[in-house]
């Protein structure tokens, strides 16, 4: 696929802490003009519908932050949302699993170009052993799925996550047939990432359980104290969506990223990796965006590059305005198709006041 040249990772300022217990903070620059923006987007009879947080972190401090809305429950009101309420990713976790198999590769313990270590495709003439690691990060690998959020339509991702293959994740994705030759296509799946999660977990077994590998090399490291991750009955975090944690904590994720994988001088994810997460390698006929891997890109003048989740969740990350933009909610899907102009306006009011 043609693209652009990437444009380059910002480094931290010299003068700016990276986040420790709290986050740096600043004014908005002179002349940024995103009140209405943000008006629109909390305003709960807009087509974004609910917002639970925004934060804008520009050259390494959080220069926005606004929070609205109750948690859902089935009880109730549920508790009142502020900067210390951990919130669902959805999908965004996907891109943190990027992240992990990042680290894992370059201890060694996994090839991307290999065959995808899956024991359910171990039997002699099973056409799903030529699938690569490589094809299930790019969201290639020939796999028959169905990404439908409904109850009522067949649905392999309710199932997955909410049905039969709640306990066992990866065990149902693995079960998946092949529906075309693996690097032909791209399909997003949820079960991809949990089968990429499972390949994770056995390549750690058995001196490391991958939520402690999640926790102490990148969790802990980059200070995401509020980030809990769900492991299923059969240990496998499940990656496709279950990470909570704080819009701020989000943030330090995406600073991560804009850092090129470093933080505090210490380099957390291997040289290269967020250019391979922000190069594309596909487009999604569904919505039109380009995707490369495990993460979304942009076709901004800004380099963007974005995670994406269910009902709105994001975490853009903005290279050539040295920017990160998280947004948390609960928006359908007319809102949902807006928000990537909604986040676009928002690097224009920065970009016109540079």
Known sequence: MKQAPLIALPPQPEATPYPGADWPTAELPKGVEIEALLNEMFDPESVFHETFGVVIVHKGEVVAQRYANRLPSFAGDGDEITNETPLLSWSLAKSMLHAVIGMIVSDGRLVLDAPAPVDAWSKPGDPRQS??????????????????????????????????????????????????????????????????????????????????????????????????????????????????????????FGLLYLRDGVWEGKRILPEGWVDHARTPLSRDEANGHLYGNHWWVTEDPYGSFWANGHEGQSILVCPALDLVLVRIGRTGDEGCALLPAWREAILDAFAAAD
């Open 131 to 252: 699938i690569r690691t490589a094809d299930l990060l790019a969201m290639r690998d020939g796999l028959k799925w169905s990404e439908v959020y409904s109850v009522d339509a067949p649905s392999d991702v309710v199932a997955m996550l909410f049905g039969e293959g709640r306990d066992d994740v990866a065990g149902f994705a693995e079960k998946s047939p092949a529906e075309a030759p693996p690097n032909s296509r791209y399909a997003y799946s949820s079960g991809t990432s949990n089968i990429l999660s499972a390949i994770a977990s056995h390549a750690l077994a058995p001196e490391t359980r991958i939520d402690e590998f999640l926790q102490s090399r990148l969790l802990d490291p980059i200070g995401m104290s509020s980030a809990r991750a769900t492991i299923d009955e059969a240990g496998t975090w499940v990656a496709s969506t279950f990470v909570y944690a704080t819009a701020l904590d989000f943030a330090r």
